[in-house]
């Protein structure tokens, strides 16, 4: 689900956030397309890469003849996505969440349906991508990519023997080498994981717990991260991390020459969907439906795939043999297990939406373990 911010896509969020006035205004004749996704989240022209946002720019004048001009900005987690969107300062036309929050936003009446007949390219999502728990009517999401989450270890300052479990990131061996996940669900994921405990059950002991293990990890940790994650261990300031499988291979392009960054998944572990969708608040409906459709082009969609190294439900992508090239075997066994069954795993293992109690409790644990 995530990508770092350079110090470049940093001064660009915050300058668009001082012009970011509303969802769909624009001024003349130029229409505004306001869109939030998670940081470096999509091919944007770097190293080579296609910028999937001037391409659609320009693909919209010259197919309309009208300009648009998309303000694109970032978000980090899916609770900070949400605490945004919640607080009405800014509205948005398209948003990107994860499943768990998507269901969310719909329980919230905070999502508009789509209209399919704007998106067209929904035809290349895959049938296993269709009817799952979060949107079990396909009305209100597009799957944009999924994953799951592994532990990402640098092997110059690990021992191999330690490598296959969540047990490594408790391991007092590596103390002040450990990050973990600064957001709730994905921390208590960890412990949850591994220690057999359902990511959804409604016990407030099991959660209760869980806060019990992430206590006895925090001596342990270096650091709780999310975007911060890459720079820590491309660095080697960090050795053992839990991420999204697709961000390891961004860290992988960029790590230091003392460092060895491999990757595995421990079982059990989180399978997500990220999807695009539409908040409620949008002003131009069609035009978002209109860039939805355009991101599930082959060319803007294996774009995002190459550049963000992310698992696609898009038929047009992984069905592309210079897509599947690109990437090489390594990341394609990787990011496409070879007979894995995603719907059977996700159904069985992904985060679910809790009850507001639900919430309210575990943002307490949460919030008793970062005060601690």
Do not use: H
Request: net charge negative; charged share 20%; hydrophobic share 35%.
């Amino acid at each position: 689900m995530k990508k770092k911010l350079t110090a470049l896509a940093l001064a660009l969020v915050l300058t668009l956030s001082l012009c970011l006035t509303g969802c769909g205004g624009g001024g003349g004749d130029t229409l505004t397309l306001n869109v939030y996704n998670w940081g470096e989240y999509i091919s944007d022209g770097s190293d080579g890469s296609l910028d999937t946002i001037e391409a659609f720019e320009t693909w919209y004048e010259e197919t309309y003849g009208q300009k648009v001009n998309v303000n694109y900005t970032t978000f980090a987690s899916n609770e900070d996505m949400y605490a945004k969107l919640k607080s009405g300062a800014v509205s948005y036309d398209v948003i990107i969440p994860s499943d768990y929050m998507i269901a969310r936003l719909v329980e919230e009446d905070m999502l508009l349906p789509l209209n399919f007949d704007n998106i067209p390219n929904y035809q290349y999502i895959a049938d296993e991508f269709r009817g799952l728990y979060y949107d079990p009517d396909d009305q209100y999401s597009v799957p944009y990519t999924y994953g799951v989450v592994g532990i990402i270890y640098d092997a110059n300052q690990v021992d191999e023997a330690d490598v296959g479990s969540w047990d490594l990131m408790w391991n007092e061996k590596y103390s002040g080498k450990i990050l973990q996940f600064n957001n709730s669900r994905d921390a208590f994921g960890t412990a949850m994981y591994r220690l057999g405990i359902d990511v959804n059950t409604t016990d407030t002991a099991q959660w209760d717990q869980a806060l019990d293990s992430l206590l006895e990890q925090r001596p342990l940790v270096n650091s709780y991260v999310m975007d911060e994650i890459f720079n820590k261990l491309e660095s080697g300031e960090a050795a053992i991390g839990a991420y999204y499988a697709g961000d390891y291979f961004t860290m992988v392009d960029a790590q230091a020459d003392n460092v060895d960054l491999q990757f595995y998944y421990p079982e059990p572990t989180n399978y997500f969907v990220d999807a695009m969708c539409i908040p409620t608040g949008c002003q131009n409906q069609e035009l978002a439906e209109i860039f939805i459709n355009y991101m599930l082009s082959e060319e803007a969609a294996v774009a995002n795939a190459e550049y963000i190294y992310y698992a696609s439900p898009n038929s047009l992508v992984y069905d592309n043999e210079t897509y599947q090239e690109d990437m090489g075997e390594e990341a394609m066994a990787i990011l496409y297990p070879e007979g894995e069954d995603f719907a059977t795993a996700y159904n069985q293992l992904a985060y679910r939406n809790l009850s507001n109690d639900m919430l309210d409790y575990v943002n307490t644990l949460w919030e008793n373990l970062k005060i601690n």
